[in-house]
């Protein structure tokens, strides 16, 4: 089947060239940009849900023989890959069953970064990890969720400060002198 390691290869994008996206057109294409090319490290819950996920596909090879050698990882019935219209349609029945606010699928890559964000990861290495080509655009796109981060340094760095010998005497003689 698929080797399990810990990280994800992205190294191709599953695409259709057609603008009615029919199931026959969908291709294995290159990533976009070179920078789309990169290897994700999973933590390890994420790993453990996939490792779940192969264990439960040896189970349904065996209801649909088919789909036994698709090279896809989510696949349909006849070993053809799961399109992204697919994905959301099933997608979006979950997050109805759960009760959940309306969300698509990519906006976990958004909850991801923003996760990311929140863990303290730099942004260079975000940058990477989304493939972005420019620090910019993962800046840029991402800014309402490091505005949260930057008032959370302050906050930290002003705690600090305060905890600080020198921090908690600065400002507090009869002279305050700012240095420009």
């Not at 089947?1 to 990280?7: D, K, M, V």
């Not at 896809?72 to 349609?89: A, I, K, W």
């Not at 969720?145 to 305060?162: G, Y």
């Amino acid at each position: 089947y698929f080797p399990i390691t810990r990280e994800i290869d992205i190294s191709k994008t599953l695409a259709s060239p057609k603008q009615n996206q029919i199931k026959s057109s969908w291709r294995i294409f290159p990533p976009k940009t070179k920078n789309a090319y990169r290897t994700v490290p999973l933590p390890e819950v994420a790993y453990k849900q996939i490792e779940m996920w192969l264990k439960m596909r040896k189970e349904y090879v065996l209801l649909f023989p088919e789909a036994k050698d698709s090279i896809y990882l989510l696949c349909q019935r006849d070993g053809s890959p799961l399109t992204t219209r697919d994905l959301r349609y099933h997608f979006d029945a979950i997050v109805k069953k759960a009760d959940l606010p309306k969300i698509t699928p990519h906006n976990l890559r958004h909850t991801y970064t923003a996760l990311q964000i929140q863990a303290g990861i730099d942004p260079k290495s975000l940058q990477m990890l989304l493939g972005h080509a420019s620090i910019k655009t993962t800046l840029n796109i991402y800014a309402h969720l490091t505005e949260d981060k930057k008032r959370e340094n302050i906050s930290r760095f002003d705690q600090m400060l305060k905890n600080s010998e020198s921090g908690a005497k600065a400002g507090q003689g009869d002279k305050t002198t700012f240095l420009a």
